[in-house]
C-alpha cells in the first residue's frame, strides 16, 4: 500500500467504445480505468481523489484505495477467484492444461458453497462449470439455459474466498478431490493433481492480498499415497518384446505400419506424443552401427474446445523443456534396420512424419491401443496376460529404460535418454535401481580384492 498518489487529467481516445480515460499512479506505477461518457469518467476521478485526500493508502497492484479493495475481498468468492485465475492462466497455458485445470476446478467448486445446500442436478452443475465457466474460448457465448441455471445457482451459494482460511472449509474440497462425481474414490494421481491447481489459485490469493500465506500451508490434510513405482511384473523382457513387436506385425489393417511405432517407444523409451511427432529429418539411420533420433517435440490430443485455433491436436515442446530443446537418442542397429525398413515400405507423410493414419493424419491414440490388445492376446502366454505384462503401450518405454539399468548405462545418462530428471528416475526405477547397485557393489568389491592381490598388502602393513 503506498500514499504516493498522483493524478492526471482524463484523456480522449476517439474511436475506442469506452473512450474517456481516467489516470493514475500509484508509488509511480501508472494505473487506468476507461468509460463510456466524460460524466462517467469525472465521477470515477473525483471518487479516487476524495479517497487520496482522505488519507486512504492506495493498493500498488490494483491501483485501488483501501476502501474499495476490503469491499471487493468482502465480497469475491472462490468461484469468482477461481475464473480470474482461469483467465489469467489462458494465453500462456496449452490445451491439456486448461482442461485439466477445469477438470480440478468443476471438481472443488460445487464443494465450496454455502452449508447445507446443494444443486439438484450435480452432473449438469459440473458440465456447466467444466465446459463453461472454466473454459474462456466460450466465454463470448451464452451457455444453454440449463447451465444458465447452474452457473446463476454457483455464483449465489459460493463462498467468500475469506473463509478459505478455516480449516474445516479447505478440507471439505480437498476432500472432493478424493471422489468421482459417483461418490467412488478418484485415482490418487488425479487427487493430487487437482490439489496442485487448488494451490495454485491460493498462492494467487496471496499475490492479490487476500491472505497473508497460503492457508494449505498450516493445514493437516494427508494426500492419498501414489506408488510411483513401475512394476517389475509388467515390465516385458527382450525376447518378450519381440514376441509382441512381431504380433502388432502380424495384425490386419494397421498392424504393418504400427511395429515400428511401437518400437520407437522400446528401443528409444519415447512416449507416445514423441513417436507421433517424429520426423525424417529428426532420424539419423545409417547402414550399419548405430543410429540417432534428435527429438524435439510432441503431439498431444487437446480438444477443439481447449485449443486456440479449433484444432483437436497440438504440437508441444518436449516434455518440461525449453521450446527449442531437442534430446538426441541412439538407437541399436536392429532398430535401425527396422526404422528403415519401415520407411521404404510406408513412406513418409508430405510434413515428413514417419507414422500416420490411413487419412494421412496423426495416429490416434485407441487405434494404436487397440492393436496392442489384439497383438498381447495373440502372442502372450495365459498367465503373462494375467500378470498385466506389457499391459499398455506405455509399458514398453518403461521396459526399455528398465532394460538400460538392467544394462549397467549409468543412471544419469538413462534419464537423459528417457527425457526426465534423475530424480523421476530414482522414484519411477527404484526396483530396478536396486540390482544396479548390487551389480556395483559386487564391481567395488572385486576391484578392492584385486587391488589386494596386486599389492600384497603392502600398504596395510605399513
Known amino acids: 500500500m503506498s500514499y504516493h498518489v498522483r493524478f492526471w487529467d482524463i484523456r480522449e481516445r476517439p474511436g475506442r467504445r469506452n473512450r474517456f480515460q481516467v489516470r493514475w499512479t500509484v508509488n509511480g506505477r501508472e494505473k487506468s480505468e476507461s468509460f463510456s461518457t466524460t ?5 470515477r476521478r473525483a471518487k479516487l481523489m476524495t479517497a487520496a485526500r482522505d488519507g486512504e493508502p492506495f493498493d500498488e497492484h490494483t491501483g485501488l484505495p483501501a476502501s474499495e479493495l476490503r469491499a471487493i475481498k468482502q465480497r469475491t468468492t472462490w468461484y469468482d477467484l477461481a475464473r480470474s485465475y482461469a483467465e489469467q492462466r489462458w494465453e500462456r497455458t496449452p490445451g491439456n492444461t486448461r482442461r485439466t485445470l477445469a477438470d480440478a476446478f468443476a471438481t472443488i467448486t460445487p464443494a465450496l458453497v454455502r452449508p447445507g445446500v446443494s444443486f439438484p442436478e450435480p452432473r449438469v452443475l459440473r458440465r456447466a462449470l467444466y465446459s463453461w465457466a472454466f473454459n474462456k474460448n466460450v466465454w463470448d457465448q451464452d451457455p444453454p439455459e440449463e447451465w444458465r441455471k447452474a452457473l446463476d445457482w454457483i455464483k449465489w451459494n459460493s463462498l467468500p474466498v475469506s473463509t478459505l482460511a478455516e480449516a474445516d472449509v479447505l478440507r471439505r474440497a480437498l476432500d472432493a478431490l478424493c471422489r468421482k ?12 493433481r487437482k490439489r496442485a491447481a487448488f494451490n495454485e489459485v491460493l498462492n494467487m490469493a ?3 492480498g487476500y491472505f497473508a500465506e497460503n492457508p494449505l500451508n498450516g493445514l493437516r490434510w494427508n494426500a492419498p499415497a501414489v506408488n510411483e513405482e513401475v512394476d517389475p511384473a509388467a515390465v516385458s523382457n527382450p525376447g518378450q518384446v519381440a514376441r509382441l513387436l512381431t504380433g502388432v506385425a502380424q495384425q490386419r489393417g494397421r498392424g504393418p505400419h ?3 511405432f511401437f518400437g520407437c517407444m ?22 550399419s552401427g548405430w543410429g540417432l533420433l534428435n527429438l524435439s517435440g510432441g503431439v498431444v490430443v487437446t480438444g477443439k474446445e481447449w485449443s486456440d485455433d479449433g484444432a483437436v491436436h497440438e504440437v508441444h515442446s518436449l516434455k518440461r523443456r525449453a521450446a527449442t530443446a531437442t534430446r538426441p537418442v541412439p538407437i541399436p542397429p536392429h532398430f535401425v534396420r527396422m526404422l528403415r525398413l519401415h520407411i521404404r515400405r510406408f513412406g513418409v507423410a508430405p510434413d515428413g512424419r514417419l507414422f500416420r493414419n490411413e487419412a494421412g ?3 490416434d491414440a485407441a ?11 495373440s502372442v502372450l502366454t495365459r498367465i503373462e496376460l494375467a500378470s498385466g505384462l506389457a499391459k499398455r503401450p506405455y509399458d514398453l518405454r518403461h521396459a526399455g529404460i528398465s532394460f538400460w539399468l538392467y544394462s549397467g548405462v549409468d543412471p544419469a545418462e538413462c534419464a537423459r535418454r528417457a527425457g526426465q530428471s534423475i530424480e523421476v528416475l530414482f522414484r519411477h526405477y527404484a526396483k530396478f535401481l536396486d540390482g544396479i547397485r548390487e551389480q556395483a557393489n559386487r564391481l567395488i568389491e572385486e576391484s578392492m580384492r584385486e587391488w589386494d592381490r596386486v599389492s600384497g598388502g603392502s600398504d596395510a602393513a605399513e
Not at 460524466?39 to 465521477?43: D, H, N
Not at 462425481?181 to 487427487?191: I, M, Q, R, S, Y
Open 258 to 260: 504400427l511395429e515400428a
Open 206 to 208: 496471496v499475490e492479490k
Open 266 to 287: 522400446y528401443y528409444a523409451a519415447m512416449r507416445p506424443a514423441e513417436v507421433i511427432h517424429l520426423r525424417l529429418e529428426q532420424c539419423h539411420l545409417p547402414e
Open 367 to 377: 487405434a494404436y491401443g487397440l492393436t496392442w490388445a489384439r497383438a498381447r492376446k
Open 181 to 192: 462425481l459417483d461418490g467412488k474414490p478418484a485415482a490418487a494421481k488425479t487427487a493430487r
Open 39 to 43: 460524466g462517467l469518467a469525472e465521477s
Open 361 to 363: 493424419k496423426y495416429v
